[in-house]
Each structure stands twice: as C-alpha cells, then as structure tokens.
C-alpha cells in the first residue's frame, strides 16, 4: 500500500505549467524533473544556458514564488497538506533522506517530493550543519525543542560511553517531558536520534558520540574491542574475527585478527587465544607475569592460593602455574613454605 495517495511527478508538473519554457527546464534541471534525474548544480545550469550563477538562483526564486501565486499551487492543496500529515506522523520534524525513503525508493520519485517540500509553505528546510543532518519540519516549536534535547543527550555523554538504545532512549525522553504524550514514543525518538551527527549507534546496537572509535569503528582493534566488549566476558580470537566479518561485513583474518589482538594495550590475552579487555582489571603479561605481580601485592602465598588467585586472572590449567611456580629464576620458598618472587 503507497504511503500517499497523490501521484508525485503529476502534482509537479502540473506546478511548473506555470512557468516560461525556459524557467520550466530551469526548475526541472535543478530538483532533476525531467527525463535526466540527476539534480544540476547553479554552476552546471549556468554553463549550459551561458548565464551566471547568480542568474540561475534568481531564475529559480522567481520560479518558485511564481508557482506559489498560481491557481496550480491552490489546486495542488490536497498534495500538501498529506505531505505535512505525513511528516507529523513521523514525528514532525524528520531527516531529509528519511522522509525521501519512507515515501519511495525511487530516485526520480524523491526528486519530486523534494520538490514539493520546496514549493510548499508548511514545510521548513534547515541545511545541514556541524551537528544536524537536513531535515524537515512542520512545527518550528517541536523542532527547537527536539533540537535542543538532543543537544543535552550529547552534552551529558562521555568520550567512551557506550549505553543500549533503550537507555538512549529514556536519556532523550527525560528531556521532552512536556511534549504531548502521542510524540513521546520509541519510534518518534529514534527518527529523532537520527537527526543528531553528534551520537549514533554501532553495528552492535550500542550508542554513543559518533566521534568516539566505539561508535566508528575504523579497523581491526575497534571492531574487535566492541566485540568483546559485547560479550562481556574473554572469548577466542578465532570466534572474534567470525563475528567480525558477521556484523561488520568485513574481512577478518583469523591470524591478523589475533597479531592485531596481541599490539592492542586495550586487550589481554587470558589463555589458550582467549583474549579479555584491559578495562575489566585482568593483569597484563604472561603466567609468570601474573604469579609476580600478585606477590608484589599481596606478600608471601601459598601454592593454593596463587593458584586461586591466577585461575581469576588466567583461563589456564593449575599445573601451568605450579610450573611456572618451580622456576628458581622468578621465585623461591620462605622459611614457612610460602612463595615470595627471587630477588
């Protein structure tokens, strides 16, 4: 079932009959209405027609508030006032490309939706800038409010957050309290979060600031950081580059994932492949590493409890550590049998 009832390309035309020839090519070749559906720059149009850019911009204002005055834009109400009962329901304020590919996956039909969302006076453009995609609005109050909000959204995150979507979307509700309880829904609020260039969310779901590594990935090391992160608990390099190419649609060598794995401070490698992330306190370095770095903090142990207290630090079996333990080179017995690191 269309999402609107009126025939885009016939509302179109019949707004630009009220144009000269040449404004009409104008208008078609700039928002891409004619039979060539690429969109002309102001500099293109000019060098065909041989006339400034300046001249091309003037031609297409004098265009649209031409077809505004005509009795065509009045007959075409009935087109308008579904585009903005559209864009409401949507939240009343939507990314542009949103809008475009709700309505159509066709090309040539979002030109001339474009178009119509020019022409019409509900509707409200604001161009894209350092923290807000284009989009549309039909409630200047709701957009100031939504753009606001999600301006606090991102103010209140921190470099390397990473929060689910439901706690996004409870962060920005707490915001929008004061909005009319028919806007305050998931799916207006992702249509909302969608608007920001400030915060997205990654592969796995997880938001945060866009500019953060947790959120664009780049390389191996990041989408093998979310990965783990994911799982919450240490998980085998191989499993780790199966569900990297998986999710992330890329290419990941099981040998490079795990070189890349070992260079990284980010990631420990707890046992046989078995890597952890740094973050959640497991020692860095070898067995042996982890047998020292224990007994500098907690004094002379006994074989059982350096082995309890490596078992939580390494996925290893206990003789590992009792042979590690039997090298006189990095540790030796006290008077009470307990192990202390050789000076």
Request: one cysteine or more; a positive charge; proline letters at 3%.
């Amino acid at each position: 079932m269309p999402i609107i009832k009126f025939k885009p390309k016939q509302a179109s035309k019949k707004l630009l009959s009220a144009l000269s020839d040449r404004s009409k090519e104008v208008m078609e070749s700039r928002y891409g209405l004619g039979k060539n559906d690429e969109r002309m720059t102001l500099e293109a149009i000019g060098q065909y027609y041989g006339i400034t850019r300046e001249r091309v911009r003037q031609i297409e204002n004098h265009s649209i508030a031409a077809i505004r005055k005509s009795k065509y834009y009045t007959e075409e109400n009935s087109a308008f006032d579904e585009l903005e009962s559209l864009i409401r329901s949507l939240g009343g304020i939507i990314v542009e490309q949103d809008l475009l590919d709700h309505i159509s996956k066709d090309t040539t039909i979002q030109n001339h939706i474009n178009f119509l969302l020019v022409i019409g006076h509900p509707f409200k453009k604001i161009k894209e800038d350092e923290d807000f995609k284009h989009r549309w609005y039909v409630n200047e109050e709701l957009s100031e409010k939504v753009h606001g909000s999600l301006k606090k959204v991102y103010e209140n995150l921190k470099d390397e957050d990473l929060i689910s979507e439901t706690e996004m979307i409870k962060a920005f509700m707490e915001h929008i309290k004061d909005l009319a309880e028919n806007l305050k829904n998931e799916e207006m609020v992702r249509r909302w979060l969608s608007i920001s260039k400030r915060v997205g969310k990654n592969p796995l779901g997880e938001w945060g600031k866009t500019a953060s590594p947790n959120i664009s990935a780049k390389g191996m090391r990041d989408y093998a950081f979310l990965v783990i992160r994911k799982h919450g608990s240490p998980i085998h390099f191989k499993e780790v580059a199966r569900i990297i190419s998986e999710v992330f649609k890329k290419k990941a060598h099981i040998a490079t994932c795990h070189n890349e794995l070992i260079k990284d401070p980010r990631f420990v490698l707890v046992g046989r492949g078995l890597y952890a992330l740094s973050e959640w306190g497991y020692m860095s370095g070898v067995v042996k590493d982890v047998i020292r770095k224990i007994l500098e903090k907690h004094g002379p142990l006994s074989k059982e409890e350096i082995i309890d207290k490596v078992m939580k630090e390494r996925y290893v079996k206990e003789n590992t550590i009792t042979v590690n333990l039997q090298n006189p080179k990095y540790f030796k017995k006290n008077k009470e049998g307990k192990y202390t690191v050789a000076k």
